[in-house]
Structure formats: C-alpha cells, structure tokens
C-alpha cells in the first residue's frame, strides 16, 4: 500500500500535465499558468503574475533572478488599505505602484532597491501612505519609461 501512495502525487501531476498541455500553448513555467493582462496608460500590454494566496503575496519577487521583460506581479489585497511593502531577498530594483478600487494609481515607489540579505528587520519599507487595494510590481525602470503617474488607470 505505501508503494502505491508515493506513486500517486506522481500520477496525479502527469495527468495534470497531460490535461493543461492539451489545452492549447504551453506555458514554460508554474507562474506563466497564472498570467494576466494589465493595461498601462500608453497601450503597453504587460502580463503579470496574479499572488493569490497569502503565500505567494509574501513571496513575490523573493530569491527571482530577473524580471523578464513585459512582465510584472500583481497583488491583489483583501480590501483597501495602507500596504508598505519591502525588498526582503529580492535580487533587481523594481517599480512598485499601488492602485486603488478603480485601478487608478496612487503611488509609486521607483526604482525600488533591493535588500538581498537580512537581518529582514533591517530592509526598508516603501510606499502605503494612500489607501489602495491592488500593487502592481514592475521591473526597475518601467513606470518612467511607460510614463506612468499617480492619477493614472490601469485596465485590468
């Protein structure tokens, strides 16, 4: 019986792999299953990565290598709120912007840097002066190359 119980997760995730491969493109990675358009204000389409659990959330961009090109995180709070968010074991800068109900941005923290090694209680915190409900991660450099500013929608 305990033959049979290890080899279930196994068959369990071929079968699964079999499923989603037939369904159409493949995606390259377990984050490209979650992907997701968002809008910028000058008609860039970015895909980003829905955190949907509290675990992903605190995740996020922690011990990534890159933010690949056209892509970002996008976090989606409970409800609205003051969230700073920090830099903890992330690796790159990144542009953190935080929106409200209405998917306007209400602030933006640019060119984020990192804080790659801890103690955790020595990392900085950014932005969470204005209530929002959604954050949106970018790589470093993004919002002034796309134009971005508070006041500004996004569409998702």
């Known amino acids: 019986m305990q033959m049979r119980l290890t080899a279930l997760p196994i068959l369990i995730f071929s079968f699964s792999s079999l499923i989603l491969s037939a ?3 493949k995606a390259t ?7 997701a358009p968002v809008k910028l204000t000058d008609g860039t389409v970015i895909q980003v990565e829905q955190m949907r ?3 992903e959330m605190m995740r996020g961009m922690m011990f990534r290598d890159e933010m690949k090109p056209g892509r ?6 409970g409800s609205p709120g003051k969230y700073p968010y920090w830099m903890y074991q992330v690796k790159v800068p990144l542009d953190i912007i935080w929106l409200d109900q209405s998917r306007r941005i209400v602030e933006i ?5 990192p804080c790659p090694v801890g103690p955790a209680s020595k990392c900085p915190q950014f932005g969470g002066a204005a209530d929002a ?6 790589a470093g450099g993004a ?3 796309h134009g971005l500013k508070v006041g500004d929608t996004l569409v998702f």
């Open 53 to 55: 659990t509290q675990q």
């Open 133 to 138: 409900l959604f954050v949106v991660e970018l």
């Open 29 to 35: 990675s377990a984050e490209e299953y979650y992907l």
């Open 109 to 113: 923290s640019a060119q984020t840097p």
């Open 72 to 77: 970002g995180m996008l976090f989606s709070h």
């Open 23 to 25: 369904c159409g493109e």
């Open 143 to 145: 919002a002034a190359k």
